[in-house]
């Protein structure tokens, strides 16, 4: 505050006057000095993200405000959750007419408190605050609200917003009686929006009911991100130790590995064509990579080369499906059930689902299997009026497509053995009698076409009673060399 102060000095006959002013400083008060270092104090103890202070509001002479950003502390998680929804044809609110769905989440929301700071905090009044929460109702936030009060009143004349955030963090789910489950109930959303006897200062921070389980449960995912982003882990593989942020942990067994490891591991297995090896690389485990995860350690080539095998591996094991008979097609259709005709959507041919020839409606199958091999070798052997007379009847192209086909199943039939597990056409081309199946990984025997143990596939070579006794080699064309070293 200012005073004008006016002296007048004669002197020589002449007046002269001085005009001064004078600045009355007032020192900062003892509430003034507690609030800065209790703001000071707060700021240095949590995070960034818990404590944010109004930085205008000491440029513009104000009283200082903030807002603290409060998650619960959950003793043993994971916490059990229920929400009740009501029933959308529910006349009235009562326990039977509620739809629970219930969750294991491990961090809950933060509840806010907005905080001003009045000139005679913390000497004798307390902070001026609102609560709010997108997970508690307002009654809930009441009962909180109170407790705060009643901190206050036992703490009065010192400064309280720790204390305040150290009940909200470790003691309010205790206090709620939420600390082994949290139920959330639309009911009480409902009934306590609007209450009379409710605190004023308190705020339910979300529009509808409905969304309050996808907001707690994308918090929940992103903070279980960050923490394994941020927390060591040791690989199994090149057991050294690095970051979550540099790790991939498979959903299924929750075992980690690191990206360089992994990377290596799924570079050799898409490169091989083994996509149903692309698990868990711990011993016995057998959790799937998620296709994410791939994509983000292998280059963009091998990731679509992992799509393809993957996507013929499935349509491979379903049984609905079949492919286009058109060679050049060859694209998989969708077979609806007791549905004999079959429409590619590729090339739009339509063919029957049994003889794989033009649909021919409730028309007999023209070729049957039994006549295939005979009108086949007819028309390949025949003069030009035998082949007229049968390409008149089946088709010139009917014909050719059966002669090609069967031409195939004679080459799998003469160089291959069917798979015990899955039935698949293998061909041995050279290596010793113990098979892999390239589509389902079954161990056999090319000999007697047995199923092999999947720990120790080459007992059965190795059993005296065993039919293919010492026969691991038999049939094999291998220098004395490499005989030697293998039973040595």
């Not at 629970?100 to 902070?127: A, K, M």
């Not at 309050?212 to 918090?219: E, N, R, S, V, W």
């Not at 259709?333 to 689902?353: P, R």
């Not at 192209?397 to 069917?418: C, D, F, H, Q, Y």
């Amino acid at each position: 505050m200012a005073e004008n102060n006016c002296f007048r000095i004669f002197k020589n006959g002449f007046m002269l006057q001085f005009s001064f002013n004078f600045v009355k400083l007032t020192p900062m008060t003892d509430n003034d000095s507690a609030q800065e270092d209790e703001l000071l104090a707060l700021g240095s103890i949590f995070d960034e993200g818990i404590v944010t202070i109004d930085q205008t509001a000491k440029e513009k002479n104000s009283l200082r405000s903030g807002c603290l950003t409060i998650s619960p502390d959950i003793p043993n998680p994971p916490l059990k959750l229920i929400c009740k929804y009501l029933k959308q044809s529910a006349e009235t609110i009562s326990e039977n007419s509620e739809n629970h769905i219930t969750e294991n989440v491990s961090y809950l929301p933060p509840i806010c408190l907005r905080f001003i700071l009045p000139q005679n905090y913390p000497s004798s009044g307390p902070p001026q605050y609102t609560l709010t929460s997108i997970w508690l109702d307002r009654l809930r936030l009441s009962l909180i609200a109170n407790k705060l009060d009643s901190v206050w009143e036992e703490h009065q004349g010192q400064e309280i917003l720790y204390t305040w955030v150290q009940i909200i963090k470790e003691d309010v789910l205790e206090f709620l009686n939420l600390d082994s489950e949290v139920s959330i109930r639309q009911a009480d959303f409902i009934e306590n929006s609007s209450a009379e006897n409710l605190d004023q200062r308190v705020m339910q921070d979300i529009g509808r009911f409905s969304d309050i389980l996808p907001a707690i449960q994308d918090y929940d995912n992103a903070r279980q991100k960050e923490v394994f982003e941020n927390t060591p882990f040791p690989c199994d593989i090149c057991f050294s130790e690095k970051y979550g942020k540099n790790c991939v942990k498979f959903k299924g067994c929750g075992h980690i590995y690191c990206d360089s490891c992994l990377k290596s591991y799924f570079d050799v297995h898409i490169k091989d064509g083994n996509m149903k090896s692309l698990v868990c690389p711990e011993p016995g485990c057998e959790s799937q990579a998620l296709p994410f995860q791939i994509k983000n350690l292998v280059s963009e080539e091998d990731f679509k080369r992992y799509e393809s095998i993957l996507l013929q591996t499935t349509l491979d094991t379903m049984s609905d499906v079949m492919y286009c008979p058109r060679k050049f097609c060859q694209s998989p259709v969708l077979i609806e059930e007791d549905e004999t005709m079959g429409m590619c959507a590729v090339c739009h041919y339509s063919f029957c689902t049994y003889c794989k020839l033009a649909y021919h409606g409730v028309e007999p199958c023209k070729l049957k299997l039994k006549k295939l091999t005979v009108i086949c070798e007819q028309y390949q052997n025949g003069d030009d009026s035998i082949r007229k007379e049968l390409e008149g009847k089946y088709g010139a192209k009917v014909l050719r497509e059966t002669m090609e086909n069967i031409e195939s199943e004679r080459w799998v039939a003469a160089n291959s053995k069917p798979c015990p597990d899955c039935g698949a056409a293998i061909e041995k081309q050279s290596g010793c009698n113990k098979m892999t199946c390239y589509k389902c990984k079954c161990y056999f025997c090319w000999l007697c076409v047995h199923r092999l143990s999947k720990a120790n596939p080459y007992t059965h070579f190795n059993t005296f009673n065993s039919k293919c006794y010492n026969k691991l080699f038999d049939g094999v064309d291998v220098d004395e060399e490499f005989m030697d070293v293998m039973y040595w």
